[in-house]
C-alpha cells in the first residue's frame, strides 16, 4: 500500500493540514483558527510557540491518526510571510513573532536602508524596493529598540522555516522566503548578501538555504512524539503560504497567473530571468530555475463581510444574488476598495476607501456590486502592471473561496478581459505542501501535477464597453481624492485609528504594506 504524505500551512487566521496519496486524493483535512496580536499601532504579532508551533503539532496528530497504519514519506509545512522571529541557541522565541507588511514597524529602518545601500541598488540586487513587506528593516529594528532581545539573540525565522528547525534541528530558509528577506538576499547570485547581512545584522548567523521542496532533515524523536508522525519523517524546507498555494494549482510554468481570491487578492506569475520591475515583487520561485512577479491588495473579501455586517449580517448568497441582478457600472456607484491603505499598486497605507456616485436610488445589492467590481478595477491595474513587467499571463488560475462567492470572479474576467480556469482542488497552500512532500520525497516525478481543471470563467465582450468607461473613472479617482482622504486618515488616527480590527476567517484586516514607499500618484 502506497505511502502517504501531509501537508500543514500556518496562515493569518488559521491553519490548515491535509493527509493526501500519492496522486492527490485527499484522505483527511482539518484547520485550526487564531489571531494576530495587535499590541500597538503599525504592530502585528503572532505567538510562535502558541501557533505556528502549536497549530503544526494538533494538526499533524489528527491527521496521524487517518494514517491507519499507512505509513508517511513526507511533511511539508507552509506559513505566513515574510515574518521574523527571534531564538536563543535552544530555539526558544525572545518575543512574538513579527508578521510581514501589515507590521509597519520598521519605517524609519526602510528609509535609512535605503538611503545607505542606494534604492537602485537594492532594486537590482534584492528584486524590490524596500517596504514593510521586507525583513530586512525589521531585524535592525530590533537590533536596534529591543537591544536586550538581540543580546540574546542567536538563530532567526519566518514562520515556516521555524517549524522546520522545532521538527528537524535544521537552521534552514528556502530561497522563495528569502528572496523576500530584502535587502539581505542577492536574487542573482541567488545567496545572501553577505555584505549588506553583516552591515545590517553584525554577526548574527544565517541560516543554509533550499529550495522549498528539498529535504532538509527528518522528524526527532521529541517532534515525533509531539505530533505522533513517525520518527525519522523526510522534511522539507517549507515556504511562504501564497507561493504554495500557486504550486497547488500548477501555476509552474513560464506565464502561469494565480489569482487568490480571499480576504486579499494576491497575484503570483512565474516566468524565468524576470528582470526587478516595480512596484511589483520579484523573487524566487518555488522551483529551481523560475521567478515569479507578485502583488496584493490591501482589502478584497473582507469588504464584502463589511458589507454584510453593515446590513445586519444578511446572508452573503442573499447579497450575492442582488448584486448578480444588478445591472453592470452599478447604475453609476464607483467605489475605491482602499478602506485599510492600499498595498500593490499605490503602495499608500493612508488611503481610504471611497464611494463615487452615490445616490438616492442605489440599494445594498448596488454597494455589493460595486464593491465586486471596484476589486475588480484593482486587479486590472496590477494584471496591466504584470504584462509590462513580464508579458501577458498565457494562462490564469483563479483559487481560494472568493471564486465561489456569486459573481465575483465573472465580473473580474469582464472588467479585465481575461479567462479564468477554476480547478476542482482549493485547498490551497496545505495541498501544495503535500505536493511538494510527494515530490521531495521520491514518491511522484518532479513535473507531477495535481491540478484538475472543472471550470471556466470567460469574459462577457457586452459589458466591455460600460467597464472600459468606469476604468478610466476608477483611475483618476486615486490622485484626485488623495489629499482629501489622507487628511481624514490623520483624523482617524488622531482618534483611536480607522476602528476595531475586522476579521475574515478569524484574521484581522489591518493596514497593508507600503511603509516607506512613495504612493502612487496615477501616472
Same mark, same amino acid.
Given at each position: 500500500m502506497a505511502a502517504l504524505v501531509v501537508g500543514v500551512d500556518v496562515g493569518t487566521g488559521s491553519s490548515k493540514g491535509v493527509l493526501t496519496t500519492p496522486d492527490g486524493v485527499v484522505l483527511a483535512r482539518t484547520s485550526r483558527r487564531h489571531q494576530m496580536s495587535l499590541p500597538r499601532p503599525g504592530h502585528a504579532e503572532m505567538d510562535a510557540e502558541a501557533i505556528w508551533w502549536g497549530d503544526v503539532v494538533s494538526i499533524c496528530r489528527e491527521l496521524a491518526l487517518h494514517a491507519r497504519g499507512r505509513s508517511i514519506a513526507g511533511l511539508c509545512v507552509s506559513g505566513i510571510g515574510p515574518c521574523v522571529l527571534v531564538t536563543d541557541g535552544d530555539l526558544v522565541p525572545l518575543r512574538p513573532g513579527i508578521l510581514y507588511g501589515i507590521d509597519t514597524r520598521a519605517s524609519a529602518e526602510i528609509d535609512e536602508l535605503t538611503e545607505r545601500f542606494g534604492a537602485e541598488a537594492i532594486l537590482a540586487r534584492a528584486g524590490c524596493e524596500l517596504s514593510s513587506q521586507a525583513v530586512g528593516p525589521k531585524l535592525l529594528w530590533l537590533r536596534r529598540h529591543e537591544p536586550e532581545v538581540w543580546a540574546r539573540t542567536r538563530r532567526w525565522f519566518g514562520s515556516s522555516s521555524y517549524v522546520v528547525a522545532r521538527l528537524t534541528g535544521e537552521y534552514v530558509l528556502d530561497h522563495h522566503t528569502a528572496s523576500q528577506c530584502a535587502p539581505l538576499y542577492d536574487l542573482p547570485a541567488r545567496d545572501w548578501a553577505t555584505d549588506?547581512?553583516?552591515?545590517?545584522?553584525?554577526?548574527?548567523?544565517?541560516?543554509?538555504?533550499?529550495?522549498p521542496g528539498e529535504v532538509v532533515g527528518t522528524l526527532r524523536a521529541s517532534a515525533a512524539d509531539s505530533t505522533g508522525l513517525p520518527a525519522g519523517t523526510p522534511v522539507m524546507a517549507g515556504t511562504v503560504d501564497a507561493w504554495a498555494e500557486a504550486f497547488s494549482c500548477g501555476v509552474r510554468q513560464p506565464g502561469d497567473l494565480m489569482l487568490m481570491y480571499g480576504s486579499t487578492m494576491f497575484f503570483v506569475q512565474t516566468g524565468r530571468d524576470l528582470k526587478p520591475c516595480p512596484p511589483m515583487w520579484t523573487t524566487m520561485?518555488?522551483?529551481p530555475g523560475m521567478m515569479t512577479f507578485a502583488g496584493g491588495m490591501g482589502t478584497s473579501g473582507s469588504l464584502l463581510s463589511w458589507v454584510q455586517e453593515l446590513t445586519g449580517n444578511v446572508d452573503i448568497a442573499t447579497l450575492a444574488e442582488e448584486a448578480a441582478r444588478t445591472p453592470p457600472g452599478s447604475e453609476g456607484l464607483l467605489l475605491l476598495p482602499y478602506f485599510a491603505g492600499e498595498r500593490t499598486p499605490i503602495f499608500d497605507p493612508h488611503a481610504r476607501g471611497v464611494v463615487a456616485g452615490l445616490s438616492l436610488r442605489h440599494r445594498r445589492g448596488h454597494l455589493y456590486r460595486a464593491i465586486y467590481e471596484g476589486i475588480a478595477y484593482g486587479v486590472r491595474q496590477i494584471l496591466e502592471l504584470l504584462e509590462e513587467a513580464g508579458g501577458p499571463a498565457s494562462r490564469v488560475v483563479a483559487v481560494g473561496g472568493g471564486t465561489r462567492s456569486g459573481?465575483?470572479?465573472?465580473?473580474?474576467?469582464?472588467?479585465? &478581459?481575461? *479567462?479564468q480556469l477554476v480547478p476542482e482542488q482549493t485547498i &490551497?497552500? *496545505?495541498?501544495?505542501?503535500?505536493?511538494?512532500?510527494a515530490i521531495g520525497s521520491g514518491l511522484v516525478p518532479p513535473d507531477t501535477d495535481w491540478t484538475r481543471i472543472v471550470g471556466e470563467v470567460v469574459p462577457n465582450p457586452e459589458n466591455r464597453a460600460i467597464y472600459d468607461e468606469l476604468f478610466e473613472a476608477f483611475t483618476t479617482?486615486?490622485?484626485t481624492t488623495r489629499d482629501h482622504v489622507h487628511q481624514l486618515a490623520e483624523m482617524q488616527e488622531a482618534v483611536g485609528g480607522p476602528g476595531p480590527p475586522r476579521t475574515v476567517d478569524g484574521a484581522p484586516q489591518h493596514l497593508p504594506p507600503g511603509a516607506g514607499r512613495r504612493p502612487w500618484d496615477g501616472t
Open positions: 549588506w547581512v553583516e552591515e545590517t545584522l553584525g554577526d548574527l548567523e544565517m541560516p543554509r538555504l533550499a529550495w520561485s518555488v522551483e459573481p465575483w470572479t465573472q465580473i473580474v474576467s469582464d472588467v479585465s &478581459g481575461i *479567462s &490551497g497552500a *496545505s495541498y501544495g505542501d503535500a505536493l511538494l512532500a479617482l486615486y490622485p
